[in-house]
Antibody
C-alpha cells in the first residue's frame, strides 16, 4: 500500500532553515509528483508547490519563491522540502502528498502524517 | 491566484441530518474541484475529486456537484464519524488554492 512517512517535529529560530523529508513506498516514485501543503495552527490548508518524481521539475507558489526548494532522491524514493529565512508565521504542520493525474483531473489521494515546524526565538 | 470561498465557516448538525457545504471560486475552474475531510490531528483525506467523483472507499452518503464557479458537498444522513472539517481545493491552475474550511460540529 502507498505510504508517505515524514520526518519528526522541528523547532527553529527566526532566520534559520528547515528541511522536512517525506519517505515514500508502495508505488513507483518516478511515476507521480509530490505536493507540499501546510497548515498554520487553527487555519486552513495552503498549497506550497509541487515537484515531479520523474524529472525533478518544480512549480512553487509565488508566495514562497526564493525561500523554498523542493527536491527528490529517486534512489530512496524520498522528497524533501527546504524552507529558508523562517519567520514566526511559518509555524505550521507541513504535509507531503502524492498526486494523481488522469484526463485533466488532478487530486491528492495519499498524504503523509504531517511534520510540525515551530519557529520561535 | 484563484480565490476559493467556503460557506458556512462552521455548521452544527445532528446525526441523521442532511447537510450541504458550498464552495465558490473567484473564476471558472470547470470541474477541477476536490473535497477533503480532516479530523483533528490528522492529515486530510480525499472524499471527492473532479467535483462529483467519489473517491474509492468513501461512503455513498457523500456527494458533490457543480461546475464553473459554484460547487456543493452534500452529506446525506450524517454519521458520528462525519463530524470534522471539510476543505475544497481547486486544481484548475497553480497555485492550487484551498477554501478556508468548514467545521461540522455536533448539535
Amino acid at each position: 500500500q502507498v505510504q508517505l512517512v515524514q520526518s519528526g517535529a522541528e523547532v527553529k529560530k527566526p532566520g534559520a532553515s528547515v528541511k522536512v523529508s517525506c519517505n515514500t513506498s508502495g508505488y513507483t516514485f518516478t511515476r507521480y509528483g509530490i505536493s507540499w501543503v501546510r497548515q498554520a495552527p487553527g487555519q486552513g490548508l495552503e498549497w506550497m508547490g509541487w515537484i515531479s518524481g520523474y524529472n525533478g521539475n518544480t512549480n512553487y507558489a509565488q508566495k514562497f519563491q526564493g525561500r523554498v526548494t523542493m527536491t527528490t532522491d529517486t534512489s530512496t524514493s524520498t522528497a524533501y522540502l527546504d524552507l529558508r529565512s523562517l519567520r514566526s508565521d511559518d509555524t505550521a504542520v507541513y504535509f507531503c502528498t502524492r498526486d494523481y493525474y488522469t484526463s485533466g483531473s488532478y487530486y491528492n489521494p495519499f498524504w503523509g502524517q504531517g511534520t510540525l515546524v515551530t519557529v520561535s526565538s | 491566484d484563484i480565490q476559493m470561498t467556503q460557506s458556512p465557516s462552521s455548521l452544527s448538525a445532528s446525526v441523521g441530518d442532511r447537510v450541504t457545504i458550498t464552495c465558490r471560486a473567484s473564476q471558472s475552474i470547470n470541474s477541477f474541484l476536490n473535497w477533503y475531510q480532516q479530523k483533528p490531528g490528522q492529515a486530510p483525506e480525499l472524499l471527492i475529486h473532479t467535483a462529483s467523483s467519489l473517491h474509492s472507499g468513501v461512503p455513498s452518503r457523500f456527494s458533490g456537484s457543480g461546475s464553473g464557479t459554484d460547487f456543493t458537498l452534500t452529506i446525506s444522513g450524517l454519521q458520528p464519524e462525519d463530524f470534522a472539517t471539510y476543505h475544497c481545493q481547486q486544481t484548475s491552475s497553480t497555485p492550487y488554492t484551498f477554501g478556508q474550511g468548514t467545521k461540522l460540529e455536533i448539535k
